[in-house]
């Protein structure tokens, strides 16, 4: 589904994807701090290894990444929006020429703002993955 064919509370939740995506992009802790809840989880599975690390690690991991901003063959779409009052769930899948990222996001509404509580990742083939966070 592409971006902006969502309503209401789930319009919303579109914004934070794009936002977490740039956080990711960039490895912008400032941004990341605007769209993870303070005690968010990171987690990830690729190649058999099981990645579980917080907030800030996961921006120093994307960072070091330097994720192409405008490589030919990056982008991403959400596969799925849903909200049920305070709660939240997303789907997003980022392609890359070497393979695909999929992931699942929670989030709760806190004060007037969607904050991602926990991202799950699952990388197919050569997918920008959390290996390093695992070290």
């Known amino acids: 589904?592409?971006?902006?064919?969502?309503?209401?509370?789930?319009?919303?939740?579109?914004?934070?994807?794009?936002?977490?995506?740039?956080?990711?992009?960039?490895?912008?802790?400032?941004?990341?701090?605007?769209?993870?809840?303070?005690?968010?989880?990171?987690?990830?599975?690729?190649?058999?290894?099981?990645?579980?690390?917080?907030v800030a690690e996961y921006m120093e991991v994307c960072r070091r990444m330097r994720i192409p901003r405008r490589r030919p063959g990056n982008r991403y779409r959400i596969l799925q929006a849903e909200a049920e009052g305070p709660i939240g769930m997303l789907k997003l899948l980022e392609t890359y020429p070497d393979g695909d990222l999929v992931s699942y996001m929670t989030l709760s509404k806190l004060n007037g703002r969607w904050l991602v509580n926990n991202r799950t990742l699952h990388g197919i083939g050569r997918a920008p993955s959390l290996r390093d966070a695992a070290v």
């Open 1 to 54: 589904m592409p971006f902006g064919a969502f309503g209401g509370s789930t319009a919303e939740l579109n914004m934070v994807a794009h936002a977490v995506i740039e956080a990711v992009i960039y490895g912008d802790p400032a941004l990341a701090r605007a769209v993870f809840h303070p005690d968010a989880t990171i987690t990830g599975q690729q190649d058999g290894i099981l990645i579980r690390c917080g």
